[in-house]
C-alpha cells in the first residue's frame, strides 16, 4: 500500500484537475488574519466548525498539542509583524490527550528513541501536560500576557477558553 504522503499527491492531482481555483493573494484580498486562535491538534475537534469560523472573522487557527502557544510566540510575533494582530485566543478541551501523560513521560519517550539527545536539551522541555485543564489554560494565558517578545497591546487581548467535548459547550476561563 502508498504511503499517505504518495497518496495525498495523487488526491492533490484530482483536486487541481476538478475543484481547484486559484487562491486570491494577500494583496488582493484587503484583509490578512488579525486573530490567532491556538486550538489542540486532537483530530476529533475541529474548530473551525465548532466555532462557526469564517474568512469574515479574519481568524488563523493554530494547532498545537495541548493547543498550547509556548512553542509559537515567535509566530506570534511574525503575524503581527505582517498583519497586526488584534486578538489571541487559546482554546482547550476536555478529555484532551495532554491530561493522559506527562512531560516526564514524554522526555523519557524521547531518550529512549533518541539515545544522542542532550539531556541538556530536554531540561526545560514541555508540552503543556495537566491533570487540569481549566488551570493549564490560565497558565498558557499568562505566558501569552508574559512573553516580552508579544507586543503589550496583543498580550492584552488574550483570551482563555474551554470546550467541553460532552455537552458542546464553550467556557471563558480567563
Known amino acids: 500500500m502508498a504511503s499517505l504522503a504518495e ?27 488579525k486573530k490567532m486562535i491556538f486550538s489542540c491538534i486532537d483530530a476529533r ?13 479574519e481568524a488563523v487557527i493554530v ?3 495541548s493547543g498550547t502557544p509556548a512553542r509559537n510566540l515567535i509566530d506570534i510575533a511574525a503575524i503581527d509583524n505582517l498583519t ?16 493522559y501523560m506527562t512531560d516526564d513521560q514524554i522526555r523519557a519517550h524521547i531518550r529512549t528513541h533518541n539515545a544522542d539527545v542532550d539531556g541538556q536539551v530536554l ?17 498558557d494565558v499568562k505566558l501569552i500576557k508574559n512573553s516580552p517578545i508579544i507586543r503589550k497591546e496583543l498580550r492584552d487581548t488574550v483570551s482563555g477558553l474551554v470546550f467541553n467535548i460532552t455537552t458542546g459547550k464553550l467556557a471563558r476561563i480567563v
Not at 475537534?45 to 472573522?57: C, Q, R, Y
Not at 531540561?123 to 497558565?139: F, M, N, P
Open 7 to 33: 497518496q495525498l499527491l495523487k488526491r492533490n492531482e484530482a483536486y487541481i484537475e476538478h475543484r481547484h481555483r486559484p487562491i486570491p493573494l494577500f494583496t488582493d484580498l484587503g484583509f490578512t488574519p
Open 123 to 139: 531540561k526545560d522541555y514541555s508540552v503543556g501536560t495537566t491533570h487540569d485543564i481549566v488551570e493549564r489554560t490560565r497558565q
Open 45 to 57: 475537534i475541529k474548530p473551525a466548525e465548532l466555532l462557526g469560523i469564517t474568512d469574515a472573522d
Open 63 to 65: 494547532r498545537t498539542a
Open 84 to 99: 497586526t494582530l488584534t486578538e489571541l485566543i487559546v482554546i482547550k478541551h476536555t478529555d484532551c490527550g495532554a491530561t
